[in-house]
C-alpha cells in the first residue's frame, strides 16, 4: 500500500468497489395519418457511486500515527481528499417526441416537438464525504425540463430548418460564488432561456452544397451571476459573468458558412 493510500485510509476510506445500475423503460408509439408520438419512461438507480470526499485537515493523532507506520513528509501534508463509494442515486425521467409531415410553401415540410423531463435523485449518502452542497449540485445543476421544436424545409435544390431550444430553470453555481448550497437558502435558481438555431443548405449537386446557419441566432446570453451580496463578490476573482452550469454555455451567437463535398 503506497503512502497516498495511508493516508486516505486513516482518514475512514475503504477499497473502492464498482458502482452497480439497475434500470427500467418502457414506452409507447402512436401514428395518426401524418402525426407521429412517442413516449418513453425511464427509471435508472445507481448504487455505491463514487465520490470524492471534502477537504479534511489531518489531526496531530493522525499524523503521529502515519509517522508510526512511515509515512513520509507527513507534516507538510495540509489537506487531504479522497475517492470512495459513498452515495446512491435515482434518476427518472419522461422523453415526448411529436412529428407532422406536409407539404407547405411547395415543399415538403416537418415539424418536430421534442420534450424531455429529467430529475436525479440523491437516495443516501455521507454528509461528512459527498456533503450538501455536493447533493444540492447533483439535484439541479441540469434544468428538469427541456424541450426543442423544429421545422424542417425541403425543395428540389435547397433544404433549411428553424428550431427553437427551450431550457428551464436550473441552480446557478460558479468558482467565483462564494455562498454555496451547504447553506440553506443561498441556492440560486437561473431564470428560464430560449434559443433559436437556423440553417439555410443550397445542394449545387448530389456531391456538394453551402450551407449558412447560425446557432443561438440572436445572441442569447445566460443569467448573470448574482452572489445575493455573498462576501467575495466584489473580488470576482476568475473573472466569471455568467454561470457554469448554463445548459447553452456563455459565449453568445455562432454564425457559420460552410461547404461540403461528399465522395
Not at 479522497?82 to 415526448?96: H, I, K, L, R
Not at 415543399?107 to 456533503?131: R, W
Not at 449558412?212 to 476568475?238: C, H, I, M, V
Not at 457554469?244 to 461540403?260: D, I, V, W
Request: with cysteine; hydrophobic share 35%.
Amino acid at each position: 500500500m503506497c503512502s497516498s493510500d495511508l493516508v486516505a485510509v486513516q482518514l475512514g476510506a475503504n477499497e473502492l468497489t464498482p458502482e452497480e445500475s439497475e434500470s427500467m423503460a418502457f414506452g409507447a408509439v402512436w401514428s395518426l395519418n401524418d402525426f407521429h408520438f412517442t413516449l418513453d419512461y425511464y427509471n435508472i438507480e445507481v448504487t455505491d457511486r463514487i465520490s470524492q470526499s471534502a477537504k479534511r485537515n489531518l489531526t496531530a493523532e493522525d499524523k503521529a500515527i502515519l509517522k508510526a507506520d512511515g509515512v513520509p513528509n507527513v507534516d507538510s501534508i495540509q489537506q487531504v481528499s479522497y475517492f470512495t463509494n459513498d452515495f446512491d442515486t435515482t434518476t427518472e425521467g419522461v422523453d415526448f417526441v411529436a412529428n407532422y409531415t406536409t407539404s407547405i410553401l411547395s415543399g415538403d415540410s416537418t415539424f418536430s416537438l421534442a420534450y424531455n423531463y429529467n430529475k436525479t435523485t440523491v437516495d443516501d449518502f455521507t454528509p461528512a464525504i459527498t456533503g450538501a452542497g455536493k447533493v444540492s449540485r447533483l439535484e439541479n445543476d441540469l434544468p428538469n425540463h427541456r424541450a426543442t421544436l423544429t421545422w424542417a424545409q425541403n425543395w428540389d435544390d435547397i433544404s433549411m430548418f428553424t428550431r427553437v431550444n427551450y431550457y428551464g430553470e436550473y441552480q446557478g453555481v460558479h468558482v467565483d460564488w462564494i455562498g454555496t448550497p451547504d447553506e440553506p437558502g443561498t441556492e440560486i435558481n437561473a431564470d428560464a432561456e430560449v434559443t433559436v438555431d437556423v440553417e439555410v443548405t443550397y445542394h449545387a449537386s448530389e456531391e456538394f452544397k453551402i450551407s449558412l446557419g447560425a446557432q443561438n441566432l440572436f445572441d442569447e446570453y445566460p443569467s448573470r451571476l448574482d452572489f445575493k451580496g455573498q462576501t467575495g463578490a466584489d473580488n470576482n476573482s476568475w473573472g466569471g459573468k455568467y454561470y457554469e452550469t448554463s445548459p447553452f454555455g456563455f459565449n453568445g451567437g455562432f454564425y457559420y458558412l460552410k461547404a461540403t463535398y461528399s465522395f
